[in-house]
């Protein structure tokens, strides 16, 4: 999807500078032909974004099946972070913030919580279990895979 928006913003930025471009001649010379292309342009960018947007929702966004979350969490990096996401069927979603690398249940005890992977992990060289207690507002690691700890956005866990 990287690639994709890269493609998108490229052709935004083009249509901006072409919109400005047409805009200042046809206040230079007064054709309509200027305007008519200024509004073309603009209307490209516009739809580009448009088409970003939908794809991005259809394509890429977590929780398709629309499933009630009970807890959000998630650790911001410069290169990808992680969200975790839990559902009221005992699911859960974990991977950067557009793209599920695993998936599978979860179980609470107390306040610990345990991540099972359903999904074949291995095989993205991702995590098939991961333990993590419940601390003010912070899911943290038990054992050390790298993720660390998880700021808690949502909380509904009984």
């Known amino acids: 999807m990287e690639i994709a928006s890269i493609i998108v913003i490229v052709i935004m930025a083009v249509s901006l500078m072409l919109t400005v471009v047409f805009l200042l001649g046809y206040l230079i010379k007064r054709r309509k032909a200027r305007l008519k292309n200024a509004a073309l342009s603009f209307s490209t960018g516009a739809f580009a974004l ?93 054992e050390n895979t790298g993720i660390g700890f998880l700021e808690i956005h949502v909380n509904k866990l009984k």
């Open 50 to 142: 448009f088409l970003l947007i939908v794809a991005e929702e259809l394509f890429f966004s977590y929780n398709s099946k629309n499933k009630k979350e009970v807890l959000v969490a998630s650790r911001e990096a410069p290169i990808g972070g992680i969200l975790l996401k839990l559902y009221e069927d005992s699911t859960y979603e974990i991977g950067v913030l557009r793209e599920v690398r695993s998936a599978g249940t979860f179980v609470l005890k107390s306040d610990t919580l345990f991540i099972t992977a359903t999904d074949h992990p291995k095989q993205n060289n991702y995590i098939t279990q991961i333990s993590f207690i419940i601390k003010d507002g912070y899911l943290e690691q038990i």
